[in-house]
């Protein structure tokens, strides 16, 4: 439950950043790129759709049709490693297992840089 909340927060939050920040509307305008984030079940996640300057989100695990998708090992984990402080716990995540990535993982790094918006972790 709290990883559905917090990509329900990120959706909110990126939601916002795409109607009032010039900066992320700058970095967004000539994207089109689906992010699917979820747990490897397929039962929690939510699909993060930019397409030239708009934003949009479904929530749900089970979206077939992404360009990168990030899963997770279970939704604890994604809670733990999503919310930390620490930026290291994603990149040790990602060397141990706890997330793997499908797709282009390029658009994988273009996301994060997305995120450094709303969260200012660079």
């Known amino acids: 439950m709290k990883f559905t909340f917090l990509l329900f927060i990120l959706y909110l939050k990126l939601k916002k950043a795409s ?3 010039p900066e992320f509307q700058e970095y967004i305008k000539k994207e089109k790129t689906k992010v699917l984030i979820k747990t490897a079940d397929g039962k929690r996640g939510r699909m993060f ?14 979206q077939k049709e992404f360009d ?9 984990t994604a809670f733990k ?5 620490d930026l290291n716990e994603s990149m040790e995540a990602s060397y141990d297992g706890r997330v793997v990535f ?4 390029l658009q994988a ?3 994060t840089g997305a995120t450094t918006f709303i969260t200012g972790k660079k």
């Open 102 to 105: 499908e797709g282009d993982t």
């Open 68 to 76: 990168v998708a990030l899963v997770w090992k279970d939704a604890d």
């Open 19 to 21: 109607k009032k920040n």
């Open 81 to 85: 490693v999503m919310a930390s402080e």
């Open 49 to 62: 759709i930019f397409d030239n300057g708009k934003f949009s989100s479904v929530p749900g695990g089970d």
């Open 109 to 111: 790094l273009w996301f």
